[in-house]
């Protein structure tokens, strides 16, 4: 590799970090606008979720096809990364395949190995956008679901389209430098009889004998650079991306919900309120009175730092929408969308640092002009979502909260909630009987 070669490498390589730490530091201050939570306790617990959920992606395996579809191209694609290792020295220091004079057979054993996974993955890409594309999973139409817009499309079929290039120039590079080994070209014949022509590229090298050497070694050259700065490329997009799962599902996984599904945050000076009302606890005189702060969540700093993670970590998948009822009955509510639109406001919020400064304050909040009332009304508290995400997501936390907040400091429950609570607070029960007449029930089964 020439030292102008060597010199561009190492720029794209330093831009690429620039961007990558740039756009990470964003999205770490974002997520940590929201409240404090503490998600730290039973690590062993949470460990054994992680592994199970994100790494065994067991949600995913409830449809077979998928799940192991899914599972090829997340494994594959990390594991044939792991060359992006020697790409990176050889770049800087202007070597070629420097680990293969010192692993010898370990080296073919290791490229063989990432080309099949290489295939393999773009193999599943093929499917996925197939599938995407021509079979209409109804949970991706923009036609049922208005938040899977033009963006959203666009994104998805970009990143498939993207790991399907980037295995082809995988294949073709190892390809046409096992040609030039083999023909004993320059410093491509310094590895011949130390690795043989790699296994699955080997299906290629037909379509590159007839070529002259001066154009092998630019298609050599090509698609090494195209591979690296592919690679370079995709990690900073990755960020901006719903594809930032493939790294966030793991955090995510780990700080889950480790109460049970229907147990429901509450606020703990409300709770004393209630129970001091109802006579079940006895106000200390010695306590000093506390405030209960917001009640609920209108904006991003309201919720809590998972929330916002879990928006960073959504996939997109839309399997939460399909499975809940309101949006099944054709309520407006779309669990999917409630994540997207918190993700949104976030990267707004970020764009406006980055335009007029730390103190910048647009005058929007999420609930009112992300998500409207209908939207949060429609919940029906079922949990369903929370069960289906991939990656443990819970859309109805956020639901909750800003419910919470429309109800408690908006006053501006539906009229008919209004009269519910009514009841609740006079009767101890939603119907409009009172306490006494609880057990009139039981006269009339005796009588
Ligand atoms: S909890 Fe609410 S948002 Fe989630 S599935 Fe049930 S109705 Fe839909
Ligand atoms: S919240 Fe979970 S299930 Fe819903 S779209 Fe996001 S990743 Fe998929």
New binding site residues.
């Given amino acids: 590799m020439s030292i102008l070669q060597q010199i561009l490498f190492v720029a794209a390589l330093a831009a690429a970090a620039w961007f990558l730490t740039r756009r990470v530091g964003m999205i770490r201050r974002a997520i940590a606008l929201g409240r404090p939570e503490n998600r730290t306790d039973h690590p062993n617990e949470r460990l054994n979720i992680m592994l199970r959920v994100a790494f065994g992606q067991k949600k995913m395996m409830t449809n077979l096809t998928v799940g192991l579809m899914h599972f090829v191209i997340y494994v594959g694609f990390i594991i044939v990364n792991i060359e992006v290792l020697e790409i990176i020295l050889d770049g800087i220091f202007g070597t070629h395949r420097l680990f293969a004079p010192y692993l010898g057979g370990v080296y073919s054993f290791l490229i063989d190995t990432f080309e099949v996974l290489a295939l393999g993955v773009w193999l599943v890409c093929v499917g996925f956008l197939a599938r995407r594309f021509m079979t209409k999973v109804p949970r991706f139409q923009p036609e049922r679901h208005r938040e899977m817009g033009h963006w959203p499309r666009t994104d998805a079929a970009l990143i498939l389209i993207f790991e399907i290039l980037l295995m082809t120039a995988f294949l073709f590079w190892n390809a046409s430098d096992s040609v030039l080994r083999e023909r004993g070209v320059g410093h491509y014949a310094e590895l011949k009889g130390q690795i043989e022509p790699f296994l699955s590229s080997q299906f290629l090298m037909p379509l590159l004998t007839g070529l002259s050497d001066t154009v092998l070694v630019g298609i050599e050259r090509a698609t090494w650079w195209f591979h690296i700065l592919g690679i370079l490329f995709f990690a900073v997009y990755l960020t901006y991306s719903k594809h930032l799962h493939i790294i966030l599902a793991f955090p995510n996984t780990y700080f889950s919900n480790l109460k049970p599904k229907g147990e429901i945050k509450n606020m703990p000076v409300i709770t004393k309120e209630v129970q001091l009302a109802l006579g079940i606890a006895q106000a200390d005189p010695n306590e000093a009175p506390t405030e209960p702060g917001r009640f609920g969540a209108k904006d991003i700093r309201d919720l809590s730092w998972k929330n916002l993670m879990d928006a960073y970590s959504c996939t997109e998948c839309g399997r939460?929408?399909a499975?809940?009822?309101?949006?099944i009955t054709g309520?407006k509510?779309?669990?999917r969308k409630?994540m997207m639109d918190t993700r949104d406001r976030m990267e707004d919020i970020q764009r406006g640092w980055q335009q007029h400064g730390p103190d910048f304050d647009d005058g929007k909040t999420l609930l009112g002009d992300y998500i409207t009332d209908e939207e949060i009304n429609?919940?029906?508290?079922?949990?369903?979502?929370?069960?289906?995400c991939p990656v443990n997501i819970n859309?109805?936390e956020i639901?909750l909260e800003l419910r919470r907040h429309r109800i408690m400091e908006d006053a501006q429950a539906p009229a008919s909630w209004n009269a519910m609570f009514s009841n609740v607070e006079n009767n101890m029960a939603p119907w409009k009987f009172s306490p006494t007449d609880r057990f009139n029930w039981a006269e009339q089964v005796n009588s």
């Fill in positions: 939460c929408t499975a809940c009822p309101a949006n309520k509510l779309s669990p409630i429609a919940c029906t508290t079922c949990q369903a979502c929370v069960q289906e859309p109805l639901i």
